[in-house]
């Protein structure tokens, strides 16, 4: 049977549990072991697709088409894993469940309680990702110990140790350790009271991770030890770094993954981290700087743009190219001093997906500026439809071209609801979602950038190019260079007598890793650097 990973957290949220779970299926991987991992959140929404992202960040959208928690993009990132919609469960899908099955007599009328139904459902969802060839399921547990939310999925993997054995579950908790400024010290007592509430709930860690600023010494990791009750060698420091991706190397150089694999009874096979290990020396030792404005709705929330960050970061590995990130509020545009104080100076222009009508008429005037000032430019999803209307109004001449979410009466709907959406009421999980194919043009940029003449890349968006305008467009030189097989849908469009002028309706910041960046941000990346480099003041 499959070992099990859970990882619980401990003292306060934000702790980092998705990238410490992604960095444990890094290590493992490494071993070649085969994994699988999932999330569990404890909020009552069936999905994060409804959310708003100035509370829950982003939404990551998997190939088959679920609205995840965004750990699963650090997921996604760190191991070779294509996860799916049963990677990620919450307590709103495993009530919704449970309550469907009473509704239809599966009971025969026994009375519905959190134990054992709700639990044994979650249990069900513990299992099912070991039905393939998995050998360790790594699952991440939402929340803080303490929550009143998440006790039903602690008691579920106190059953569930019971159930499988102890020799075949591994418990992790991620703690903070702070320092007292005034003290000049590190204090375990938070993690002793999280331990000790864990434990009453009846889980026993095997292992601490000590989230820290500063690095642990041997009497508070033998304190740590004494009264949490793991072996010395089971306290693992997590101290805080500038790079996520480095993790993996400072939990290899703590023995994490020998830890684990001891207490799993597992082989410890030969580690292969060296690869990995190479590719953190290219994002720590790059040649070139470039630095590219992010001009969107929620760029002042950290997580909103996430897998973005991440993507344009892996971007510039193939060029050596360290990127600089400029957040730009899209609403702060709308002076002609404004938008030139914002983006002066800037390598490339990028604007990111979004809904609504706040901030776009900021995003128009950034894509003309990134347009008439030959500034590379990248556009997805809503970057995309709003590079449609800008070039619309001002190069087609259509005065007051829209898309009909932010104008119904607009004389010039270039974009349109898609007619798939026309008669959807319900809002969660009804938009085109998931993974589509693509066609490319032979010739465009876009080709070039993939290298093949057909793509799958993911979708979250009702709206849509409209078909009848669109040819008013490429008149004028806008190309459609990706469309859906069927060639009703406009999927990638570009400008061909500008240095990069390409926008996608799909995210494909959702498929970038940082073992395998995403061509067309390596593609944007190389022409922002070619910007600098040219516009460079020659050397005196």
Not at 151 to 160: A, K, T, V, Y
Not at 370 to 396: D, H, M, S, T, Y
Not at 403 to 420: C, K, N, R, Y
Not at 429 to 451: D, E, F, I, N
Request: net charge positive.
């Amino acid at each position: 049977m499959a070992k099990y990973i859970f990882v619980t957290g401990g003292v306060l949220s934000s702790l980092g549990k998705g990238v410490a779970s992604a960095s444990i299926g890094t290590l493992l991987e490494a071993r070649r072991y085969r994994i699988n991992m999932q999330k569990f959140d404890p909020y009552l929404n069936v999905d994060p697709g409804t959310l708003t992202p100035f509370q829950h960040g982003e939404v990551f959208v998997t190939r088959d088409g679920a609205e995840t928690d965004l750990d699963l993009g650090h997921y996604e990132r760190f191991t070779s894993l294509t996860l799916n919609r049963n990677s990620n469960t919450t307590s709103g899908q495993v009530y919704y469940e449970v309550i469907e099955r009473e509704r239809r007599g599966d009971f025969l009328g026994k009375t519905v309680q959190v134990v054992p139904h709700i639990t044994e459902e979650i249990k069900r969802r513990f299992r099912r990702l070991a039905r393939g060839n998995a050998e360790i399921v790594i699952a991440e547990i939402g929340g803080t110990v303490g929550d009143i939310e998440s006790l039903p999925f602690l008691e579920s993997i106190r059953q569930f140790r019971q159930e499988v054995g102890a020799e075949n579950i591994c418990c992790i908790h991620l703690t903070y350790i702070p320092y007292i400024q005034a003290a000049g010290e590190l204090k375990s007592k938070p993690t002793q009271h999280s331990v000790e509430r864990l434990r009453e709930i009846g889980i026993q860690p095997d292992i601490i991770l000590c989230r820290t600023e500063k690095p642990l010494n041997q009497d508070l990791r033998e304190k740590i030890s004494l009264y949490c009750n793991v072996p010395f060698q089971a306290v693992i420091e997590a101290r805080d770094t500038d790079c996520i991706y480095e993790i993996p190397l400072t939990f290899h150089q703590e023995k994490l993954d020998q830890v684990i694999l001891r207490k799993l009874r597992l082989r410890p096979r030969v580690s292969h981290l060296k690869e990995w290990g190479k590719l953190i020396d290219q994002l720590r030792n790059p040649e070139h700087e470039v630095e590219i404005a992010m001009v969107g709705k929620y760029v002042k929330l950290q997580d909103s743009y996430k897998s973005l960050d991440e993507a344009l970061r892996h971007g510039g590995l193939a060029s050596r190219t360290r990127v600089k990130l400029r957040k730009v509020d899209s609403e702060s545009l709308r002076r002609d001093d404004e938008l030139e104080r914002s983006l002066a100076g800037v390598d490339g222009i990028l604007v990111p997906g979004g809904f609504g009508t706040r901030g776009v008429e900021g995003m128009v005037a950034a894509i003309r500026y990134a347009r008439e000032k030959r500034i590379p430019f990248f556009g997805i999803c809503l970057g995309l439809q709003v590079a449609v209307i800008e070039f619309a109004r001002n190069v087609c001449g259509l005065d007051r071209a829209n898309s009909t979410e932010f104008d119904p009466q607009t004389p010039h709907p270039v974009i349109t609801l898609m007619d798939s959406q026309r008669q959807v009421q319900a809002m969660g999980g009804t938009m085109r979602l998931g993974g589509y194919p693509c066609v490319l043009a032979a010739g465009s940029l876009s080709r070039r950038c993939y290298g093949v003449p057909r793509i799958v890349e993911r979708h979250r968006h009702r709206y849509e190019v409209n078909p009848h305008l669109f040819g008013r467009l490429q008149e004028k030189g806008l190309q459609a260079s990706g469309r859906s097989p069927d060639r009703k849908l406009v999927e990638i469009v570009e400008l061909k007598d500008h240095p990069f002028f390409v926008a996608t309706q799909f995210h494909p910041e959702f498929q970038s890793r940082l073992a395998s960046p995403h061509p067309i941000f390596s593609a944007f990346i190389a022409a922002a650097l070619r910007q600098r480099l040219e516009n460079r003041p020659p050397s005196a």
